[in-house]
Protein backbone atom coordinates (compact mmCIF):
# COMPACT_ATOMS: atom_id res chain seq x y z
CA UNK A 1 0.00 0.00 0.00
CA UNK A 2 1.82 3.00 -1.46
CA UNK A 3 1.69 6.05 1.63
CA UNK A 4 1.27 9.47 0.93
CA UNK A 5 2.93 11.93 3.38
CA UNK A 6 1.42 15.42 3.61
CA UNK A 7 3.26 18.07 1.17
CA UNK A 8 5.77 19.89 2.77
CA UNK A 9 4.98 24.02 2.49
CA UNK A 10 7.54 26.23 1.66
CA UNK A 11 8.89 28.28 4.11
CA UNK A 12 7.71 31.60 3.83
CA UNK A 13 10.32 33.98 1.97
CA UNK A 14 12.46 36.09 4.75
CA UNK A 15 13.08 39.35 3.37
CA UNK A 16 16.36 40.85 3.38
CA UNK A 17 16.86 43.33 5.93
CA UNK A 18 16.92 46.95 4.75
CA UNK A 19 20.07 48.82 4.07
CA UNK A 20 21.29 51.51 6.74
CA UNK A 21 20.58 54.31 3.81
CA UNK A 22 17.29 52.92 3.12
CA UNK A 23 16.00 53.09 7.08
CA UNK A 24 17.55 56.59 6.90
CA UNK A 25 15.62 57.46 3.84
CA UNK A 26 12.38 55.28 4.61
CA UNK A 27 12.67 54.31 0.99
CA UNK A 28 14.83 51.61 -1.08
CA UNK A 29 17.55 53.21 -3.00
CA UNK A 30 16.45 53.47 -6.90
CA UNK A 31 18.70 51.24 -8.98
CA UNK A 32 19.90 53.61 -11.93
CA UNK A 33 22.92 51.66 -12.97
CA UNK A 34 21.73 50.33 -16.49
CA UNK A 35 22.58 49.26 -19.67
CA UNK A 36 22.01 52.58 -21.33
CA UNK A 37 24.20 54.33 -19.48
CA UNK A 38 26.90 51.24 -19.68
CA UNK A 39 26.72 51.44 -23.78
CA UNK A 40 26.52 55.22 -23.41
CA UNK A 41 30.16 55.66 -21.48
CA UNK A 42 32.02 52.29 -23.32
CA UNK A 43 34.78 52.79 -25.32
CA UNK A 44 34.05 57.00 -25.04
CA UNK A 45 36.38 60.00 -24.11
CA UNK A 46 34.65 60.98 -20.81
CA UNK A 47 35.30 64.70 -18.91
CA UNK A 48 33.80 65.49 -15.74
CA UNK A 49 34.00 68.89 -14.23
CA UNK A 50 33.95 69.57 -10.23
CA UNK A 51 35.71 65.95 -10.12
CA UNK A 52 36.67 66.28 -6.94
CA UNK A 53 33.31 66.95 -5.47
CA UNK A 54 30.48 64.56 -3.91
CA UNK A 55 28.52 64.21 -6.75
CA UNK A 56 31.71 64.39 -9.41
CA UNK A 57 33.38 61.63 -7.62
CA UNK A 58 31.14 59.46 -7.42
CA UNK A 59 30.11 59.84 -10.97
CA UNK A 60 34.02 59.33 -11.88
CA UNK A 61 34.41 55.96 -10.20
CA UNK A 62 30.92 54.79 -12.01
CA UNK A 63 32.09 55.52 -15.36
CA UNK A 64 35.35 54.26 -14.98
CA UNK A 65 33.39 50.72 -13.97
CA UNK A 66 32.16 51.24 -17.63
CA UNK A 67 35.25 50.99 -19.74
CA UNK A 68 35.68 54.20 -20.87
CA UNK A 69 38.64 54.86 -23.83
CA UNK A 70 39.71 58.24 -21.42
CA UNK A 71 38.83 60.13 -18.71
CA UNK A 72 39.86 63.58 -17.79
CA UNK A 73 39.44 65.14 -13.92
CA UNK A 74 38.97 68.52 -13.88
CA UNK A 75 38.88 70.75 -10.74
CA UNK A 76 40.66 73.67 -8.99
CA UNK A 77 41.42 71.13 -5.80
CA UNK A 78 44.99 69.83 -7.28
CA UNK A 79 45.70 67.88 -3.74
CA UNK A 80 42.17 66.15 -4.26
CA UNK A 81 42.51 65.55 -7.90
CA UNK A 82 45.87 63.50 -7.07
CA UNK A 83 44.31 61.31 -4.78
CA UNK A 84 41.50 60.73 -6.84
CA UNK A 85 43.49 59.95 -9.72
CA UNK A 86 44.95 57.40 -7.61
CA UNK A 87 42.22 55.45 -7.47
CA UNK A 88 42.37 54.94 -11.11
CA UNK A 89 45.89 53.28 -11.18
CA UNK A 90 44.91 50.06 -12.80
CA UNK A 91 43.77 52.06 -15.87
CA UNK A 92 45.85 51.99 -19.00
CA UNK A 93 48.45 54.95 -19.13
CA UNK A 94 47.04 58.05 -20.32
CA UNK A 95 43.61 56.80 -19.98
CA UNK A 96 42.95 59.00 -17.00
CA UNK A 97 44.12 62.53 -16.93
CA UNK A 98 43.50 64.85 -14.69
CA UNK A 99 43.40 68.86 -15.38
CA UNK A 100 43.88 71.76 -12.56
CA UNK A 101 41.44 74.29 -14.02
CA UNK A 102 38.67 76.83 -13.44
CA UNK A 103 35.65 76.82 -15.08
CA UNK A 104 35.37 80.30 -14.84
CA UNK A 105 38.63 80.86 -16.99
CA UNK A 106 37.37 80.80 -20.30
CA UNK A 107 40.72 79.98 -22.30
CA UNK A 108 41.56 77.39 -19.39
CA UNK A 109 38.41 75.69 -20.11
CA UNK A 110 39.20 75.83 -23.60
CA UNK A 111 42.71 74.53 -23.87
CA UNK A 112 41.54 71.62 -21.02
CA UNK A 113 38.42 70.16 -24.05
CA UNK A 114 40.66 70.97 -26.60
CA UNK A 115 43.40 68.59 -25.15
CA UNK A 116 41.16 66.15 -23.67
CA UNK A 117 38.78 66.11 -26.50
CA UNK A 118 35.66 64.47 -24.54
CA UNK A 119 33.14 62.85 -26.76
CA UNK A 120 30.47 62.96 -23.37
CA UNK A 121 31.31 65.87 -20.61
CA UNK A 122 29.23 66.03 -17.32
CA UNK A 123 29.84 69.74 -15.62
CA UNK A 124 29.32 69.26 -12.15
CA UNK A 125 31.74 72.37 -11.06
CA UNK A 126 29.97 75.12 -9.11
CA UNK A 127 28.94 76.45 -5.84
CA UNK A 128 25.57 74.57 -4.23
CA UNK A 129 26.03 76.06 -0.34
CA UNK A 130 22.79 78.20 0.03
CA UNK A 131 23.83 80.29 2.45
CA UNK A 132 26.99 81.19 0.87
CA UNK A 133 25.75 82.35 -2.35
CA UNK A 134 23.08 84.20 -0.58
CA UNK A 135 25.97 86.14 0.88
CA UNK A 136 28.14 86.44 -1.83
CA UNK A 137 26.02 86.70 -5.19
CA UNK A 138 28.83 87.64 -7.50
CA UNK A 139 30.48 84.88 -6.45
CA UNK A 140 27.24 82.07 -7.47
CA UNK A 141 27.04 84.38 -10.79
CA UNK A 142 30.97 83.57 -11.40
CA UNK A 143 30.65 79.82 -10.69
CA UNK A 144 27.27 78.70 -11.57
CA UNK A 145 26.27 80.95 -14.84
CA UNK A 146 30.03 81.79 -15.94
CA UNK A 147 31.41 78.74 -15.39
CA UNK A 148 28.49 77.24 -17.25
CA UNK A 149 28.40 79.49 -19.97
CA UNK A 150 32.00 78.82 -20.48
CA UNK A 151 31.82 75.34 -20.52
CA UNK A 152 28.68 74.82 -22.72
CA UNK A 153 30.83 77.15 -25.41
CA UNK A 154 34.02 75.39 -25.48
CA UNK A 155 32.00 71.97 -25.77
CA UNK A 156 30.07 73.33 -28.82
CA UNK A 157 33.08 74.79 -30.29
CA UNK A 158 35.02 71.72 -30.23
CA UNK A 159 31.92 69.34 -31.16
CA UNK A 160 31.71 67.48 -27.90
CA UNK A 161 28.50 65.23 -28.48
CA UNK A 162 26.63 65.36 -24.94
CA UNK A 163 27.06 67.40 -22.43
CA UNK A 164 24.83 67.24 -18.46
CA UNK A 165 24.66 69.97 -16.58
CA UNK A 166 24.38 69.52 -12.18
CA UNK A 167 21.84 71.77 -11.29
CA UNK A 168 19.26 71.04 -8.00
CA UNK A 169 15.60 71.45 -7.07
CA UNK A 170 16.70 74.96 -5.78
CA UNK A 171 15.89 75.76 -9.71
CA UNK A 172 12.20 74.78 -9.67
CA UNK A 173 10.51 78.58 -8.68
CA UNK A 174 13.79 79.65 -7.24
CA UNK A 175 13.27 81.76 -4.38
CA UNK A 176 17.27 81.55 -3.61
CA UNK A 177 20.06 83.60 -5.63
CA UNK A 178 21.68 80.03 -5.88
CA UNK A 179 18.45 78.81 -7.19
CA UNK A 180 18.27 81.71 -9.47
CA UNK A 181 21.61 81.03 -10.63
CA UNK A 182 21.17 77.43 -11.41
CA UNK A 183 18.00 77.85 -13.20
CA UNK A 184 19.81 80.80 -15.37
CA UNK A 185 22.68 78.15 -15.95
CA UNK A 186 20.15 75.38 -17.50
CA UNK A 187 18.76 78.01 -19.64
CA UNK A 188 22.03 78.00 -21.39
CA UNK A 189 22.64 74.76 -23.06
CA UNK A 190 19.22 75.06 -24.58
CA UNK A 191 19.95 78.02 -25.61
CA UNK A 192 23.27 76.54 -27.72
CA UNK A 193 21.03 73.63 -29.32
CA UNK A 194 20.53 73.51 -32.98
CA UNK A 195 24.12 72.31 -33.21
CA UNK A 196 25.74 68.55 -32.60
CA UNK A 197 25.74 69.05 -29.14
CA UNK A 198 23.31 67.23 -27.40
CA UNK A 199 22.68 68.81 -24.01
CA UNK A 200 20.83 67.79 -20.61
CA UNK A 201 20.41 69.13 -17.06
CA UNK A 202 19.37 66.97 -14.59
CA UNK A 203 18.04 68.59 -11.22
CA UNK A 204 19.28 66.82 -7.65
CA UNK A 205 18.22 66.89 -4.06
CA UNK A 206 19.75 66.70 -1.37
CA UNK A 207 22.42 64.70 -1.78
CA UNK A 208 23.60 62.19 1.08
CA UNK A 209 26.52 59.82 1.12
CA UNK A 210 28.50 56.86 3.60
CA UNK A 211 30.84 59.30 4.21
CA UNK A 212 29.55 62.73 2.85
CA UNK A 213 29.77 66.00 4.61
CA UNK A 214 25.85 66.15 5.63
CA UNK A 215 26.36 62.82 6.87
CA UNK A 216 29.47 63.69 8.69
CA UNK A 217 28.84 66.94 10.96
CA UNK A 218 25.69 65.15 11.57
CA UNK A 219 27.39 62.18 12.81
CA UNK A 220 29.88 64.44 14.98
CA UNK A 221 26.87 66.67 16.46
CA UNK A 222 25.12 63.84 17.98
CA UNK A 223 28.20 61.76 18.85
CA UNK A 224 29.38 65.02 21.08
CA UNK A 225 26.12 65.15 22.42
CA UNK A 226 25.91 68.81 20.98
CA UNK A 227 22.62 70.58 19.53
CA UNK A 228 21.47 69.92 16.13
CA UNK A 229 20.09 73.08 14.39
CA UNK A 230 17.21 71.96 11.74
CA UNK A 231 16.14 75.29 9.90
CA UNK A 232 11.85 74.58 11.04
CA UNK A 233 10.24 71.76 12.46
CA UNK A 234 8.40 71.09 9.31
CA UNK A 235 11.11 71.51 6.70
CA UNK A 236 11.34 68.68 4.19
CA UNK A 237 13.78 67.70 1.86
CA UNK A 238 13.97 65.03 -1.42
CA UNK A 239 17.02 63.65 -0.03
CA UNK A 240 18.94 60.73 -2.89
CA UNK A 241 21.73 59.10 -2.05
CA UNK A 242 25.71 60.07 -3.91
CA UNK A 243 24.60 56.54 -6.13
CA UNK A 244 21.26 57.92 -7.05
CA UNK A 245 22.97 61.28 -7.94
CA UNK A 246 25.40 59.77 -10.30
CA UNK A 247 23.05 57.37 -11.95
CA UNK A 248 20.74 59.92 -13.06
CA UNK A 249 23.55 61.60 -14.45
CA UNK A 250 24.64 59.08 -16.79
CA UNK A 251 20.53 58.00 -17.72
CA UNK A 252 19.86 61.34 -18.43
CA UNK A 253 22.62 61.59 -20.66
CA UNK A 254 21.44 58.54 -22.19
CA UNK A 255 17.67 59.87 -22.37
CA UNK A 256 18.22 62.71 -23.45
CA UNK A 257 16.92 64.64 -26.96
CA UNK A 258 16.11 67.99 -26.60
CA UNK A 259 17.55 69.91 -23.97
CA UNK A 260 15.67 68.59 -21.06
CA UNK A 261 15.66 68.87 -17.61
CA UNK A 262 15.68 65.06 -15.56
CA UNK A 263 14.85 64.63 -11.97
CA UNK A 264 14.56 61.36 -9.93
CA UNK A 265 10.87 60.60 -8.52
CA UNK A 266 11.91 59.73 -5.07
CA UNK A 267 8.54 59.96 -3.18
CA UNK A 268 7.14 62.77 -0.68
CA UNK A 269 9.87 64.90 0.67
CA UNK A 270 11.31 63.51 4.31
CA UNK A 271 10.84 65.84 7.10
CA UNK A 272 14.30 66.69 8.38
CA UNK A 273 13.42 66.29 11.94
CA UNK A 274 12.84 62.74 10.98
CA UNK A 275 15.64 61.87 9.14
CA UNK A 276 17.86 63.47 11.81
CA UNK A 277 16.01 61.11 14.33
CA UNK A 278 16.39 58.08 12.23
CA UNK A 279 20.33 58.40 12.08
CA UNK A 280 20.44 58.94 15.58
CA UNK A 281 19.09 55.23 16.25
CA UNK A 282 21.15 54.18 13.64
CA UNK A 283 24.49 55.49 15.66
CA UNK A 284 22.77 54.08 18.50
CA UNK A 285 22.28 57.42 20.42
CA UNK A 286 18.65 57.72 20.48
CA UNK A 287 18.60 61.01 22.48
CA UNK A 288 19.42 63.87 19.95
CA UNK A 289 18.29 67.66 20.98
CA UNK A 290 16.63 69.42 17.85
CA UNK A 291 17.24 73.42 17.68
CA UNK A 292 15.34 75.35 14.85
CA UNK A 293 16.95 78.22 13.58
CA UNK A 294 14.04 79.35 11.43
CA UNK A 295 14.64 79.29 7.47
CA UNK A 296 17.70 81.75 6.21
CA UNK A 297 16.48 83.62 3.24
CA UNK A 298 16.32 81.90 0.17
CA UNK A 299 15.37 79.08 1.99
CA UNK A 300 12.31 76.97 1.42
CA UNK A 301 10.20 74.65 3.48
CA UNK A 302 9.98 72.21 1.42
CA UNK A 303 11.55 71.18 -2.23
CA UNK A 304 9.67 70.19 -5.43
CA UNK A 305 11.38 69.02 -8.60
CA UNK A 306 9.45 70.58 -11.06
CA UNK A 307 8.28 74.06 -11.05
CA UNK A 308 4.20 74.90 -10.89
CA UNK A 309 4.53 75.78 -14.76
CA UNK A 310 6.67 72.79 -15.83
CA UNK A 311 5.30 69.98 -17.76
CA UNK A 312 6.27 66.72 -16.10
CA UNK A 313 7.04 63.90 -19.42
CA UNK A 314 7.96 60.75 -18.54
CA UNK A 315 10.63 58.34 -19.79
CA UNK A 316 11.45 55.04 -20.60
CA UNK A 317 12.68 55.03 -16.80
CA UNK A 318 9.52 54.59 -14.78
CA UNK A 319 11.75 56.50 -11.68
CA UNK A 320 12.91 59.43 -14.36
CA UNK A 321 10.75 62.05 -15.10
CA UNK A 322 11.76 65.34 -17.69
CA UNK A 323 10.50 68.46 -19.09
CA UNK A 324 10.89 71.03 -21.73
CA UNK A 325 12.74 74.52 -20.65
CA UNK A 326 10.62 77.41 -21.95
CA UNK A 327 12.61 79.16 -25.08
CA UNK A 328 14.97 81.46 -22.89
CA UNK A 329 14.46 85.11 -22.45
CA UNK A 330 14.97 87.55 -25.75
CA UNK A 331 18.35 89.24 -25.84
CA UNK A 332 19.97 86.51 -23.43
CA UNK A 333 23.21 87.22 -24.23
CA UNK A 334 23.38 90.43 -24.10
CA UNK A 335 21.87 90.54 -20.76
CA UNK A 336 24.38 88.04 -19.48
CA UNK A 337 27.43 89.79 -20.27
CA UNK A 338 25.77 92.65 -18.17
CA UNK A 339 25.20 90.22 -15.54
CA UNK A 340 28.62 88.75 -15.46
CA UNK A 341 30.07 92.35 -15.57
CA UNK A 342 28.19 93.50 -12.40
CA UNK A 343 29.48 89.97 -10.79
CA UNK A 344 33.18 90.85 -12.23
CA UNK A 345 32.59 94.31 -10.46
CA UNK A 346 31.64 93.06 -7.19
CA UNK A 347 28.20 95.13 -8.08
CA UNK A 348 25.78 92.47 -5.90
CA UNK A 349 22.24 94.77 -5.89
CA UNK A 350 23.03 94.98 -9.22
CA UNK A 351 23.69 91.35 -9.96
CA UNK A 352 20.47 90.59 -7.99
CA UNK A 353 18.26 93.19 -9.90
CA UNK A 354 19.32 91.48 -13.09
CA UNK A 355 18.40 87.90 -12.40
CA UNK A 356 15.17 88.91 -11.14
CA UNK A 357 14.80 90.72 -14.77
CA UNK A 358 16.51 87.50 -16.71
CA UNK A 359 14.16 84.95 -14.66
CA UNK A 360 10.63 86.42 -13.79
CA UNK A 361 9.92 83.51 -11.74
CA UNK A 362 12.45 84.29 -9.53
CA UNK A 363 10.49 85.70 -6.20
CA UNK A 364 13.28 86.16 -3.29
CA UNK A 365 12.11 84.86 0.22
CA UNK A 366 13.20 86.46 3.06
CA UNK A 367 13.93 84.91 6.19
CA UNK A 368 11.49 83.22 8.39
CA UNK A 369 11.75 82.60 11.83
CA UNK A 370 10.25 79.52 13.82
CA UNK A 371 6.75 79.83 15.30
Known amino acids: MRRFLPRRRPAPAVPEPASPMALLLGRDEVVLAGPRGRRLVRGRRVLVTGACGTVGAALCRQVGRYGPAALCLVDTDGGGLERLGREFAGFADGAVTIAHADVRDAGRVDRVV?????????HTAGRRNLAAVERDPCGGVAENVTGTRHTVDSAVRHGVERLVLVSSELAADPTSVLGATLRLAELLPHAATGGPTCFAAVRVGSVLGAAGPPLSRLARRISAGEAVTVPHPAAARNFMTVEEAAG???EAAALAEEAE????????????VDLVHRYAEQLRLPEVTIRFSGLGPGEKLAEKAFADSERRIRTVHPKIWATR?????AGLPALLDALEAAAGAGDARRVRMLLRRLLPEYRPSSAVRCP
Open 114 to 122: AMARPELVF
Open 248 to 250: LLL
Open 325 to 329: PAPPP
Open 261 to 272: TFALDVGRPVPV
